[in-house]
């Protein structure tokens, strides 16, 4: 399949809606993170994010267990899935707001507890620009040779029981679990 993919201010991009894509960042000649969405000239009120690429080759790599909680919530089914990505940075499924979700998080303490919660700042996709994605992602990711070399910080040296990239949050969770 021939997916539109083109070069957009020296960016490769996906178009996954009217005025809507994901595209790589390069900084220095280099793949350095994914934008998503990218905005076109003009549009300044669609928020956006930068997901660095190590966080983004986790979600690649789950995109397995993405694929069966979409096909889940296609049937109809309730699904509300939150997948840590890294740092501050969940990606979300939700039947409840119809739409995926990439979006940074904070830690609340009420009455001692310890509380996930989703800031303003992030972007939503519908489920047909999400599956769209889903369905290209493959294609996409394979225009950047370098993405080969990127692991999920798990899977580095420097990672370990205080990685602050894996357990921001420390008594949340471990980075494998859907919640
Ligand atoms: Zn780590």
Redesign the pocket.
């Given at each position: 399949m021939v997916i539109p993919v083109s070069d957009y201010n020296g960016n490769l991009k996906l178009e996954v809606g009217v005025n809507r894509s994901i595209s790589f960042v390069f900084r220095n000649n280099t793949p350095d993170s994914i934008h998503a969405i990218r905005r076109d000239p003009g549009n300044t009120k669609e928020p956006s994010v930068e997901i660095p690429l190590q966080r983004w080759v986790r979600w690649v790599k789950l995109e397995s267990g993405i694929r069966d909680q979409i096909q889940d919530l296609l049937r109809g089914n309730y699904v509300e899935a939150k997948l840590h990505l890294g740092g501050l940075m969940y990606f979300i499924l939700s039947s409840e707001f119809r739409c995926v979700q990439f979006r940074q998080h904070y830690i609340r303490v009420e009455n001692g507890q310890k509380m996930v919660n989703a800031t303003r700042f992030g972007v939503s996709m519908s489920f047909a620009e999400f599956y769209f994605l889903l369905c290209n992602v493959e294609e996409f990711c394979a225009k950047i040779p370098q993405l080969q070399h990127v692991v999920p910080?798990?899977r580095?040296r420097?990672?370990?029981e205080g990685?602050r990239?894996?357990?921001p949050f420390k008594s949340f969770a471990s980075?494998d679990q859907w919640s």
């Open positions: 910080c798990y580095r420097q990672h370990g990685c990239e894996c357990y980075v």
